[in-house]
Antibody, heavy 121, light 108 residues
Framework: EVQLLESGGGLVQPGGSLRLSCAVS????????MTWVRQAPGKGLEWVSS????????YYSDSVKGRFTMSRDNSKNTLYLQMSSLRADDTAVYSC??????????????WGQGTLVTVSS | EIVMTQSPATLSVSPGERVTLSCRTS??????FAWYQQKPGQAPRLLIY???TRATGIPARFSGSGSGTEFTLSISSLQSEDLAVYFC??????????FGQGTKVEIK
């Protein structure tokens, strides 16, 4: 059974930084692209960032480009999202999700429960 | 960027009825299209990928159809446990990978 477990969320002041982690088990981690999706309270799903299985290719939404960095450590089966210059509109539950395969197969077949990031003074 | 238009925003349906949800993309995405179900307080669950392939463990009452720019998710006979928000997603023209706004299915 594939399991994804996020950690690292919390309350941060505007302009601050936070690093999210996503520990993945039950699958050959390096074989799959991974994605971060966020959901603001009461809102829909918003794609944030994706990374190839090797970690060589990363992509970001315009809303986070230049502020967030996605990476992965395939030796530790762990995904990361380094967030900086955080703004109030970054407040959301951040979930990691596993793709069906490569970046071109971005149906997301396994999801974590998410970690809440609250940006507020 | 592909713009997703999902309809309706809310649907109120009696148990046993057939439900049809729609999603339109602003450009063709082939059959690179998925549907997700999100129940209150839970993570989204993949229902359909490749526009029409049911994901592992998804009941046969869920079916997907369409290609290009028009896609449909059908629930043949609504069960009470199908109360949820349903999201569509395209992965044929990226980045970005984009989601629809969601359709909330309520039980009458």
């Amino acid at each position: 059974e594939v399991q994804l477990l996020e950690s690292g969320g919390g309350l941060v002041q505007p302009g601050g930084s936070l690093r999210l982690s996503c520990a993945v088990s039950g699958v050959t981690f390096s074989s799959y692209a991974m994605t971060w999706v966020r959901q603001a309270p009461g809102k829909g799903l918003e794609w944030v960032s994706s990374i190839s299985g090797s970690g060589v290719s990363t992509y970001y939404s315009d809303s986070v480009k230049g502020r967030f960095t996605m990476s992965r450590d395939n030796s530790k089966n762990t995904l990361y999202l380094q967030m900086s210059s955080l703004r109030a509109d970054d407040t959301a539950v951040y979930s990691c999700a596993k793709a069906l395969g490569a970046l071109s197969q971005m149906g997301l077949d396994s999801w974590g429960q998410g970690t809440l990031v609250t940006v507020s003074s | 960027e592909i713009v997703m238009t999902q309809s309706p925003a809310t649907l109120s349906v009696s148990p046993g009825e057939r439900v049809t949800l729609s999603c339109r993309t602003s450009q063709s995405v082939g059959n690179n299209f998925a549907w997700y179900q999100q129940k209150p307080g839970q993570a989204p669950r993949l229902l359909i990928y490749g526009a029409s392939t049911r994901a592992t463990g998804i009941p046969a009452r869920f079916s997907g159809s369409g290609s290009g720019t028009e896609f449909t998710l059908s629930i043949s006979s609504l069960q009470s446990e199908d109360l949820a928000v349903y999201f569509c997603q395209q992965y044929g023209y990226w980045p970005p990978w984009t989601f629809g706004q969601g359709t909330k299915v309520e039980i009458k």
